[in-house]
């Protein structure tokens, strides 16, 4: 027997808590979607990367004795890969060498030794602290861009202000207000092989005569998203001239979140992940797995800053990962589960070229735990800052509960 639970498992759909928006269809009839609106871009760098070697100190002498295998030698000395000179003190992995002409544009800003204040090793927690936006506590159940969302209800938004390309809802997004979940846009449609008609059919049947109202809307609005997306067609859209996106998952979601923005289907707030940096083994230095992952990171994020053109000046992207890296380097020539890393901030609005944060030495004495980077920078002051100053968020308070945000806190990159 077809349920609507079955049915949406294997429709290739994620829809969740799409609201009441009727009279979107005659919005973007109208044109009113195509206004220019001030956009936020989340990359999740899942498995806890290794801000250390992102973003290398090779100004901090400790950094050299606590890595002698991965180190990444200084701009001065000479070796064809070395760090990439920022500012006297830190330089970026050779591999981010699509991101130094961002930075020296100034609109790449680096946040050092931000992340989450909780202590936990632990990838799941951590992801979900961060995720929801109340580090060390397990009872929150939605996520704080969807607390955004919800605290900056807009009446004339479409079913597709938020939006995450992913399978299922991220932690994020989770949460009362709107938000669609995606794979792909070429998979956001209701498939069932060559019955596809049947299948809607039956679909449109089970809703409409379901006996909650809130069923029968929930149906309604699915059709209404999927011949939104139809009719903004954005598979018409092309990367720009001299455009090349990475094959890779995060390249993937990058040039389709540009192919939403380009459409003008009313996106707000997107959210892209990128797997594949917990490195405990054979991590590499200039070379090996953390700057293969690095090249296809700077690749896609250069690529999408690039192909966005003037509409960068409404965008920023924020990239951040559950916790760092240890300090010292393991017996595995890899690095454990730290504390504090690196964020990045990339846009028009953003104040680039320049290091924020404060940075805490890596002196034995000085490290978290006496293994780890340090925090200076609460990450919820980085996106409070960009929830307020560039999203124009009038109260940040309900989305991070329990944390006040000050304006002294902020590390002034907008």
Not at 147 to 157: E, G, H, M
Not at 257 to 264: F, V
Not at 332 to 341: F, I, K, L, Q, S
Request: hydrophobic share 40%; glycine share 10%.
């Amino acid at each position: 027997m077809l349920t609507r639970r079955s049915f949406i498992k294997t429709s290739g759909l994620a829809l969740v808590s799409l609201g009441c928006a009727p009279l979107f269809l005659e919005r973007i009839a109208a044109g009113e979607t195509g206004k220019r609106r001030k956009i936020l871009v989340i990359v999740f760098q899942r498995g806890a990367a290794d801000g250390l070697n992102i973003v290398v100190p090779f100004g901090e002498k400790a950094y050299y004795a606590l890595r002698p295998t991965l180190d990444i030698p200084t701009p001065s000395s000479g070796e064809e890969k070395a760090a990439l000179h920022l500012d006297g003190f830190f330089g970026l992995h050779p591999s981010l060498q699509p991101l130094l002409e961002v930075y020296k544009a100034g609109h790449l800003a680096v946040v050092h030794a931000a992340g989450s204040p909780d202590n936990t090793r632990s990838h799941f927690d951590a992801q979900d602290y961060m995720e929801s936006g109340t580090p060390g506590l397990k009872s929150t159940r939605d996520g704080w861009l969807n607390r955004y969302l919800q605290a900056k209800p807009d009446p004339q938004a479409t079913p597709f202000r938020a939006v995450g390309l992913t399978v299922s809802t991220p932690r994020t997004l989770q949460g009362r207000a709107a938000a669609v979940a995606m794979g792909s846009i070429a998979d956001f449609d209701l498939k069932a092989g060559a019955q596809t008609e049947l299948a809607k059919s039956v679909f449109a049947s089970m809703y409409s005569s379901a006996s909650s109202s809130m069923l029968r809307n929930t149906g309604k609005e699915t059709f209404e998203a999927l011949e939104f997306l139809k009719k903004a067609n954005p598979d018409q859209y092309q990367p720009g001239e001299g455009v090349n996106y990475p094959r890779g998952p995060l390249g993937n979601s990058l040039r389709q979140i540009a192919q939403l923005i380009k459409s003008d289907v009313g996106l707000e707030v997107a959210f892209a992940e990128a797997g594949g940096w917990d490195h405990h083994a054979n991590e590499g230095g200039t070379q090996g797995q953390l700057a293969q992952r690095l090249t296809d990171f700077s690749q896609s994020l250069a690529a999408f800053y690039k192909d966005m053109g003037d509409r960068m000046d409404d965008i920023v992207v924020l990239t951040m990962s559950e916790f760092g890296r240890t300090a010292r380097e393991n017996g595995n020539r890899g690095t454990d589960h730290g504390h504090a890393n690196v964020m990045f901030a990339i846009g028009g609005p953003v104040k680039g070229g320049m290091v924020y944060g404060r940075w805490p030495g890596l002196a034995q004495e000085q490290l978290y735990e006496g293994r780890d980077l340090a925090l200076t920078t609460d990450f919820r002051d980085v996106l409070g800052e960009v929830l307020v100053r560039h999203l124009q968020l009038k109260d940040p308070a309900p989305v991070f509960p329990n944390y006040t945000l000050r304006t002294g806190k902020r590390p002034g990159l907008l």
